[in-house]
C-alpha cells in the first residue's frame, strides 16, 4: 500500500473517535416495548357516582335506580357505571385491561359490557345492589393492576 492511503485511513480513524466522543453515539431500539408500570382509576364525584378513598383503597358508590342496560344504539340506561382508567406511562405499547373478580363467587346482577372482540369496554351494568371487589389488570404480560370496591345501594 501507498504511504497516502495508509496516512489516510489513520486520518479518518482518529478523525472518528473524535466525532464519536464529542457527539457520543446513541442506539435507538426500533419497535421497543414499553411495558405498563401503573393502572389508575381515575373517576371522580359526578351525579352519577361517588368516589372516596380510604385506606389506600378506592370505593365508587352509586344509587340503584332501574335495571342497566345498552339501547339499540349501545348507548348505556338505568344503573351503570363506566369506569376510567388512566394506564401508565402514557406511551405504554399496550394499554389494554381486564376487569379481575373472584371466579368462586362472581358478583351476581353485574354485566360487564364486551366489544365484538371481547375487549373490555369499561362498563358495567347492574341488575340490583350489589357490593364487590374489582381488580384493574393490564394484559401486557406484567400483571399491574389496581383494586377497587363498587358499591350499588
Known amino acids: 500500500m501507498r504511504k497516502v492511503t495508509i496516512l489516510m485511513i489513520g486520518i479518518i480513524y482518529v478523525v472518528s473517535i473524535f466525532v464519536i466522543a464529542f457527539f457520543g453515539m446513541k442506539a435507538k431500539v426500533f419497535d421497543e416495548v414499553i411495558k405498563v408500570t401503573e393502572i389508575q382509576c381515575v373517576n371522580e ?8 378513598e380510604n385506606g389506600g383503597k378506592k370505593y365508587l358508590r352509586l344509587n340503584f335506580t332501574t335495571p342497566g342496560k345498552l339501547n339499540d344504539d349501545g348507548v ?4 351503570y357505571l363506566y369506569i376510567e382508567i388512566r394506564v401508565l406511562p402514557d406511551n405504554a405499547t399496550n394499554k389494554d385491561i ?12 353485574v354485566t360487564f359490557v364486551k366489544d365484538e372482540n371481547g375487549k373490555e369496554m369499561r362498563i358495567l351494568l347492574f341488575e340490583r ?12 404480560g406484567t400483571s399491574i393492576s389496581e383494586e377497587i ?3 350499588v345501594r
Not at 381486564?98 to 351476581?108: I, K
Not at 345492589?129 to 401486557?140: K, Q
Request: proline share 13%; charged share 15%; hydrophobic share 40%.
Open 45 to 52: 364525584t359526578d351525579d352519577n357516582v361517588t368516589v372516596t
Open 76 to 79: 348505556p340506561v338505568g344503573t
Open 98 to 109: 381486564v376487569f379481575v373478580y373472584d371466579q368462586a363467587n362472581p358478583p351476581s346482577g
Open 129 to 140: 345492589p350489589v357490593t364487590f371487589p374489582l381488580e384493574i389488570r393490564s394484559v401486557d
Open 149 to 151: 370496591w363498587v358499591i
